[in-house]
């Protein structure tokens, strides 16, 4: 079984995807940390991330790999654990960048496609769309651009990730949405077929229960 989950940043994917994949014992694919490894790879190897064919040969060469059960999903790169590295401001400021990279989409579309064949959750802006168009469920979720900044504000904080102020926070958020909804290379857009969610105002708790309902009702 595939399950892609689309979506804005602080729509919840990341937990409801944890979440799924635990109870129905598949595979977790957080492909944001995929993008967020090269991003880190870049800075280490200081490639100016304006230079995409540069950027494009290190997201092909470099290895990345994940393991672990959903809620302790460890990410590696070229075989070192990088799982806190990659949260930080730089690499998400970075990760933004690359991300919009078609080269560097492409490459990460094919390890993403290898390792979901054996089943999986996977999560990201172009699951439904482009790395899994025929996946068993896929899933849209969204909320109202304030109450996903706070959520992204108060991750950030319990993780000291970032010092930016939720009104930055705000910002960069809206700036992140018009970015991937209007790039040329696999735009963030409702796949079809796809069960829109807006969990503006609703529990994670909430979300899930009307998740595993629409999985459930279709497996039958």
Same mark, same amino acid.
């Given at each position: 079984?595939?399950?892609?989950?689309?979506?804005?940043?602080?729509?919840?994917?990341?937990?409801?995807?944890?979440?799924?994949?635990?109870?129905?014992?598949?595979?977790?694919?957080?492909?944001?940390?995929?993008?967020?490894?090269?991003?880190?790879?870049?800075?280490?190897?200081?490639?100016?991330?304006?230079?995409?064919?540069?950027?494009?040969?290190?997201?092909?060469?470099?290895?990345?790999?994940?393991?672990?059960?959903?809620?302790?999903?460890?990410?590696?790169?070229?075989?070192?654990?990088?799982?806190?590295?990659?949260?930080?401001?730089?690499?998400?400021?970075?990760?933004?960048?690359?991300?919009?990279?078609?080269?560097?989409?492409?490459?990460?579309?094919?390890?993403?496609?290898?390792?979901?064949?054996?089943?999986?959750?996977?999560?990201?802006? =172009?699951?439904?769309?482009?790395?899994?168009?025929?996946? =068993?469920?896929?899933?849209?979720?969204?909320?109202?651009?304030?109450?996903?900044?706070?959520?992204?504000?108060?991750?950030?904080?319990?993780?000291?990730?970032?010092?930016?102020?939720?009104?930055?926070?705000?910002?960069?958020?809206?700036?992140? =949405?018009?970015?991937?909804?209007?790039?040329?290379?696999?735009?963030?857009?409702?796949?079809?077929?796809?069960?829109?969610?807006?969990?503006?105002?609703?529990?994670?708790?909430?979300?899930?229960?009307?998740?595993?309902?629409?999985?459930?009702?279709?497996?039958?």
């Amino acid at each position: 079984m595939i399950i892609a989950i689309d979506g804005p940043s602080g729509s919840g994917k990341s937990t409801l995807g944890r979440l799924l994949a635990r109870a129905l014992r598949l595979l977790y694919i957080d492909t944001g940390s995929m993008y967020r490894a090269v991003a880190l790879a870049v800075i280490d190897a200081n490639i100016d991330p304006s230079d995409k064919e540069a950027v494009t040969r290190l997201a092909n060469q470099i290895d990345i790999d994940l393991e672990g059960y959903p809620d302790s999903l460890k990410v590696l790169l070229n075989g070192h654990d990088v799982t806190d590295q990659i949260r930080t401001e730089s690499v998400t400021e970075m990760s933004s960048i690359v991300s919009t990279i078609p080269g560097v989409r492409s490459a990460m579309v094919e390890r993403q496609r290898a390792i979901g064949k054996r089943g999986a959750v996977l999560n990201g802006r =172009d699951i439904g769309t482009v790395v899994f168009p025929d996946a =068993d469920f896929k899933f849209f979720l969204t909320a109202n651009p304030n109450e996903r900044a706070e959520r992204r504000y108060k991750e950030d904080q319990l993780t000291s990730s970032s010092s930016a102020t939720l009104a930055e926070t705000l910002a960069d958020m809206i700036e992140r =949405d018009r970015r991937d909804s209007t790039r040329a290379d696999s735009p963030l857009k409702v796949a079809d077929n796809a069960v829109v969610i807006d969990s503006t105002g609703k529990s994670i708790d909430a979300v899930f229960r009307e998740m595993i309902e629409k999985i459930r009702s279709k497996s039958v």
